[in-house]
């Protein structure tokens, strides 16, 4: 076996993941541009990720124009 058929697993930290998530959200109409965001609290349950998990995906989408 070569090593080029051996490649190592990626897992995407949960922020990555929440943010890959919800640019699909915004990208599919789910979020329309200006409407106001449920509280993360709320996205937090609706998605089911932590809320400091939600937080930082925001801040990252905000910093990226989303």
């Not at 190592?8 to 409407?35: A, C, Q, W, Y």
């Not at 089911?48 to 939600?54: A, E, G, L």
Request: hydrophobic share 40%; net charge neutral.
């Amino acid at each position: 076996m070569s090593e080029s058929t051996l490649k190592p697993i990626s897992v995407n930290s949960l922020k990555e993941e929440f943010i890959r998530r919800f640019e699909d959200l915004i990208l599919t109409g789910t979020f329309k541009v200006g409407e106001r965001l449920p509280s993360e609290r709320d996205l937090a349950r609706q998605l089911q990720f932590s809320r400091p998990v939600v937080h930082e995906g925001l801040v990252d989408l905000a910093t990226k124009g989303l």
